[in-house]
């Protein structure tokens, strides 16, 4: 079945500082892809998605690009704020007409003054 | 739009005793989602209906869950009797066809 695996959390930076966090997944077909941000006390909110091969999502200087080659949605920022402290899923919808994601298991991110 | 309604946003409840979370979707979203949220077990699809009908409930852990959709503007998670084990966050989600998932603020349910 479908599965998305991310890095293991938390992940500590400094403001500032660039960042990545990792997303692979297992698919058959094309999925759709995403990032959803958790902002402490809150539900999940759509972060950025990409539907196809090479696809690039972007948004609030976050960006993740599709690449079937590597089965990979990795998400990146080149200057994280405090503010992006929060935890992060990466989730999947497969291509089979089916409107259930998957999600990862999420990573936790704190950013440092 | 308001986005997904839940309410309560916090339930303290004792063990034994019933707990109904209620959760009122985006207008015109036909899927409609309840997730358990913990530490241990992350986040877990417990049930989703579309257009009001149950389809997949094979994520309820057990039969003291239960959950109904009357119409296409509200929906229930009811457990009964409640246990400790049953502490988590829960959160509803809704969806229009293809789009992305909407989720709700959560319930903080704990059970003493």
């Known amino acids: 079945g479908d599965s998305v695996t991310q890095m293991e959390g938390p992940v500590t930076l400094s403001e500032e500082a660039f960042l990545t966090i990792n997303c692979t997944y297992t698919?058959?077909?094309?999925?759709?892809l995403f990032w959803y941000v958790q902002y402490p006390g809150e539900g999940l909110q759509l972060l950025l998605k990409a539907t196809k091969a090479d696809d690039k999502g972007s948004n609030k200087g976050f960006e993740a690009t599709y690449r079937k080659e590597t089965t990979s949605f990795h998400l990146e920022k080149g200057s994280v704020q405090v503010s992006d402290s929060a935890v992060y899923f990466c989730?999947?919808?497969?291509?089979?007409?089916?409107?259930?994601?998957?999600f990862g298991r999420g990573t936790s991110l704190i950013v440092h003054p | 739009d308001a986005g997904v309604i839940q309410s309560p946003r916090h339930e303290v409840t004792e063990m034994g005793q019933e707990v109904t979370l209620r959760c009122k979707p985006i207008?015109?979203?036909?899927?409609l989602f309840w997730y358990r949220q913990t530490m241990m077990r992350g986040l877990e699809l417990l049930i989703y209906?579309?257009?009001?009908?149950?389809?997949?409930d094979s994520g309820m852990p057990e039969d003291r869950f239960s959950a109904k959709m009357p119409n296409a503007s509200f929906s229930t998670l009811k457990i009964q009797p409640s246990e400790p084990r049953d502490s988590a966050v829960y959160f509803c989600?809704?969806?229009?066809?293809?789009?992305?998932?909407?989720f709700g603020p959560g319930t903080r349910l704990t059970v003493l």
């Open positions: 207008s015109g979203h036909d899927y």
């Open positions: 698919a058959t077909g094309y999925p759709s």
């Open positions: 989600a809704s969806t229009l066809s293809g789009g992305p998932q909407f």
């Open positions: 989730a999947l919808r497969g291509a089979g007409g089916s409107y259930i994601p998957t």
């Open positions: 209906f579309n257009n009001n009908v149950p389809i997949d």
